[in-house]
């Protein structure tokens, strides 16, 4: 234990992150499918096809992110971008065919690790999680705001 007391939540939440990666990294043994891009293949393959800017909120993640991740897709020939009907200036991303067969061969992998784990924690449990998520993402948001406002 640290002199300042328990972890905080917030790093009981990165374990948890670290240990998700190993889920999925277990979960995708033998497919060419790195552990972070996992997200961008079931956004864009689910939902898609997305702008950079869309998909970035999405992810809640930075469009440089979003773009330098896009592009290792494209590189593996699972992503292209073709041009965007409502605005010309834009492009969309979505799955090639050979993305969606690997997202297809993915998804139900790790859909059953996820279901696994659900189910050692019960539905009650996982019920309490997600509320619980959703608390501190808010109480994030509410803390960053106040933060920048206090700076304003």
């Known amino acids: 234990m640290a002199d300042t007391g328990p972890p905080t939540v917030l790093f009981e939440v990165f374990w948890s992150q670290q240990k998700r990666k190993q889920l999925i990294e277990a979960a995708f043994a033998g497919l060419e499918l790195p552990p972070e891009d996992y997200p961008f293949y079931v956004i864009i393959g689910a939902e898609g096809p997305w702008t950079p800017t869309g998909l970035a909120a999405r992810l809640m993640m930075p469009l440089t ?7 290792r897709l494209e590189r593996r020939g699972h992503a292209e971008r073709v041009p965007n009907p409502s605005d010309g200036r834009s492009f969309l991303i979505r799955l090639t065919p050979e993305g969606r067969r690997l ?6 992998v790790f859909r059953d690790y996820a279901e696994a784990v659900e189910a050692r924690l019960g539905p009650h449990q996982v019920d309490s999680l997600r509320a ?15 933060r920048l406002r206090d700076r304003g």
């Open 65 to 71: 992110t979003v773009i330098f991740r896009a592009k």
């Open 103 to 108: 997202l297809d061969a993915a998804r139900p």
């Open 132 to 146: 619980g998520l959703t608390a501190l993402r808010a109480a994030i948001d509410e803390e960053l705001a106040d």
